[in-house]
Every structure is written in structure tokens, then in C-alpha cells.
């Protein structure tokens, strides 16, 4: 079984389909099954992947921000399947034990409610690397999908046991903004000509964006902490969501 959440769904379906090409996502889709609707246990990173790891509601986990996860002793869905003669490897960003994320996102738990806004991450920006020969980007995670081809092809292909692979990957999360530092969020888009040629930009929308007056408490919270609380000119919004369309074909192909 190969299950896929990292990409947002409407890609696999017109008129999503026709602004970026995402050939496996697709072959999966055909093959497979889709959900069109579905429901997250938790809209926040690190909690919704405790719910996953551990099978266990939020209200169970107690993981409510993404500094609270999952102890690292929990026994997690895996860890059963280990349990009853599966092979079984974990590769890349797993993400759900407590305290791999920064205190303030500890703190920020609490501050959505009340009128505290904390510091913002840098400026969501594109950013063009490399040439139309520039095709491995995201360097960590295809170092990660090799190990976990070479495992498929050396290991669990010669072994008479079921197996479960787990391979997390970074992509299409957008990269920290370096000049920050290293506490610095991720806000920069990146990626190359070659795989700029997978999305048809002509294609790419521009979504409405209500006025922070208008917002929801939470979604004026994020807007501003992700620093997208400032102006930006259309062929800024443009340039971003394609370049995010252009992540999300990169990581089709690991896919592949």
C-alpha cells in the first residue's frame, strides 16, 4: 500500500490537474483510492502526525502546538506492525516527538487568543536556482528517496516478510529563508527552470484574500506571523504559487 498526503488534493483533479504535471500522484489516483472529502484530526503540523503515528485522537495525544507531540517511547502504528513480522525502516521527517520544534511555538499556543503577536517570518519570496539540468533541489530528501529505493530493491524485495517503509519528505515545504539565521521559518519558494517547464503559469490563479479586519482570530494570526500581512503585487502571488506548483512536481518525481 502507498498512501500520499503531502499534496493538495485538487492537483489530482480538473482543472487542478491541468496547472502543474504530477504524473505518480496521478498514476496512484488511477490505480487507487481518493478521498474527496476527508477530514484532519488536526490542521497543525506535529499534532496531526501524533494522531497518525499513535492512531490516537488529539484530545488523547495532548498534542495541541507543534512543540507537544508524541513522547519518544510511544508505541506507534509501526511499532505494531514490527510486532507481528514485518520488516519495517523509517526514512526522512518523521516529526512527531515532543520538543524538535522551537519554544515559541510553545508559547504561540496560548498567544493566538489573546492580543500578543509574536516575531514574524521572513517575506515569502521565489527564488530561481540552477539551470534546465538542475533537477535534485531539495538535496535531503533525494538523498533520503535513494536510501529508500536501494532498501526496497536490497532489503525488502529479498526478504519473504511483508514490509511497511515510511518516507517522509520536507518537499513541497518551503525552505528556511537563510539570511535569518537559523531559527528562521521557512518562507523562501525554490526551484529551477526545469521544473518551472511542469507548470503551466498561464494557468495559475490568484486567490481572494480578505482584509485583516474581516479574518476569523486565527486566520489573522497566521497571516501576520507568516508575514503575509503586507502588500504584494500579483506577479508576486503569481511567482509564489507557481513556484510551489514547481516543488510539488519535484516531489512527484521522488515519488516515482
Keep these: 500500500m502507498v498512501m500520499s498526503d503531502a499534496f493538495d488534493g485538487r492537483l489530482s483533479f480538473d482543472p487542478g490537474s491541468k496547472v502543474v504535471q504530477l504524473p505518480y500522484i496521478n498514476y496512484l489516483r488511477e490505480l487507487g483510492s481518493t478521498f474527496l472529502n476527508s477530514y484532519t484530526n488536526s490542521p497543525i503540523c506535529c499534532p496531526s502526525r501524533a494522531a497518525m503515528w499513535s492512531g490516537q485522537f488529539v484530545h ?100 519473504n516478510e511483508p514490509f511497511a517503509l515510511y518516507l517522509g519528505l520536507n518537499l513541497p515545504h518551503p525552505y528556511k529563508t537563510d539570511s535569518l539565521g537559523p531559527t528562521a521559518g521557512g518562507s523562501t519558494f525554490r526551484s529551477s527552470p526545469y521544473w518551472l517547464t511542469k507548470v503551466s503559469s498561464e494557468l495559475v490563479s490568484i486567490p481572494k484574500w480578505l482584509p485583516m479586519a474581516a479574518m476569523h482570530p486565527v486566520d489573522y494570526y497566521s497571516t501576520f506571523t507568516k508575514n503575509c500581512s503586507s502588500k504584494f503585487t500579483e506577479e508576486e502571488i503569481k511567482s509564489i504559487r507557481t513556484f510551489y506548483y514547481a516543488m510539488c512536481a519535484e516531489a512527484d518525481a521522488m515519488l516515482g
Design 60 to 159: 488523547l495525544t495532548q498534542s495541541w502546538n507543534n512543540y507537544k507531540c508524541l513522547n519518544a517511547n510511544s508505541t506507534t502504528w509501526m511499532d505494531l506492525l514490527e510486532r507481528n513480522g514485518y520488516r519495517t525502516k523509517m526514512l526522512g521527517k518523521l516529526d512527531y516527538t515532543s520538543g524538535s520544534h522551537s519554544v515559541s511555538n510553545r508559547v504561540e499556543a496560548w498567544t493566538r487568543n489573546v492580543q500578543f503577536l509574536l516575531r514574524q517570518e521572513g517575506r515569502p519570496v521565489s527564488q530561481l536556482v540552477g539551470n534546465m539540468s538542475t533537477i535534485r533541489i531539495m538535496e535531503d530528501d533525494w538523498k533520503n528517496t535513494d536510501k529508500a529505493t536501494q532498501w526496497i530493491r536490497h532489503t525488502a524485495a529479498l526478504s
